[in-house]
């Protein structure tokens, strides 16, 4: 479900189909803690990083990790949906390839007090972007059950969705939903979880649900993606990993139409029919990689 901080993932696939050898610009619209951007530098003396987080304890992070290639990287915090709207920040026409590793790295996820993850006792923040004010907290306390429920479905695809949103606002009046574990614990519970190979934890889906809508990630996706195709000059290269059904949809969606418009020029050519998934030793070394997809396109 979730990428990496010091494990870039799919790393060969995405330099390969970004053709990150190529001199210019590389936009990294999820930088994360740099692991991708940090290695198209590494490669490639004539590559120049612009790199968008909206997390900035991550950018701090990575500000460090840059030592002498930083007079080639510029950071900067926001919201990558943001990208087509700044007006002369990006050189679109010396752009070479732009990547988004989409999702939520270890660094965040191994943080409790970040509260992302049902194993660790936390706040249930889940924020990536803590200037803004929505939490886990205040979505648990304060929609309504029946939004709840629709958010655990169609989000983390939760069989007992209901039941969970009925549970919970019953719970919360009581003031018994503090912290991730208490929240684990009440999914567990209603779901009447029992360890299984290879089953899915319900918290798992739970907290995915409650991450994607806290931080609102399938947002205008799909026509940012678009924006963004048409921005770019030919031959710059897109490339997606993502890490849930979700979300690739939506990027499968945005340039299959971008490829084969009803009316028009094709935008695009799409250079993964199927998506790269990792390869059985990525897996083995790096779990978090198992549900990794990659989709890349290049402007034509
Ligand atoms: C999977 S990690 C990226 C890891 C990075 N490729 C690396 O190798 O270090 C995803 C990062 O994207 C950031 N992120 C997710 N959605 C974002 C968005 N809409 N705008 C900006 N950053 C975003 C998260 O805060 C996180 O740091």
């Known amino acids: 479900m979730k990428g990496c901080g010091h494990t870039p993932v799919l790393l060969e696939e995405t330099l390969f189909f970004l053709q990150a050898s190529r001199p210019g610009v590389y936009v990294d619209g999820t930088f994360g803690l740099g692991g991708h951007s940090l290695e198209i530098l590494r490669r490639n003396d004539s590559a120049r990083i612009i790199g968008f987080d909206h997390d900035e304890a991550s950018l701090q992070t990575a500000a460090g990790r840059l030592g002498s290639f930083s007079s080639r990287v510029s950071l900067y915090q926001a919201d990558f949906r943001q990208l087509v709207e700044f007006e002369g920040l990006v050189p679109w026409a010396e752009v070479r390839g732009v990547l988004f590793d989409l999702g939520l790295s270890s660094f965040q996820l191994d943080n409790p007090a970040r509260g992302f993850s049902f194993n660790q006792e936390g706040p249930l923040d889940m924020r990536m972007d803590t200037r803004q004010k929505i939490t886990a907290e205040k979505i648990l306390m304060t929609y309504p059950e029946d939004r709840l429920a629709g958010i655990f479905k169609e989000y983390g695809e939760l069989h007992h969705a209901k039941l969970l949103a009925r549970k919970i606002v019953s719970l919360r009046k009581l003031g018994l939903i503090k912290t991730t574990v208490d929240l684990r614990k009440v ?52 490339a997606v990993i993502s890490f849930h059904s979700l979300e690739d949809r939506l990027v499968k969606r945005a340039w ?21 998934t990792p390869a059985r030793q990525e897996i083995e070394a790096n779990s978090r990689s198992h549900s990794a997809k990659l989709r890349a396109a290049e402007r034509i």
């Open 187 to 238: 999914v567990e519970e209603t779901c009447h979880w029992v360890p299984q190979k290879n089953r899915i934890h319900p918290a798992a889906k739970v907290f995915q649900a409650l991450r994607i809508e806290v931080n609102q990630e399938l947002t205008g996706l799909g026509d940012f993606l678009e924006k963004l195709a048409r921005i770019c000059f030919p031959e710059t290269r897109l």
């Open 256 to 276: 299959q139409q971008l490829a084969a418009p009803l009316t028009g020029q094709p935008v695009v050519k799409i250079l993964t029919r199927k998506p790269v």
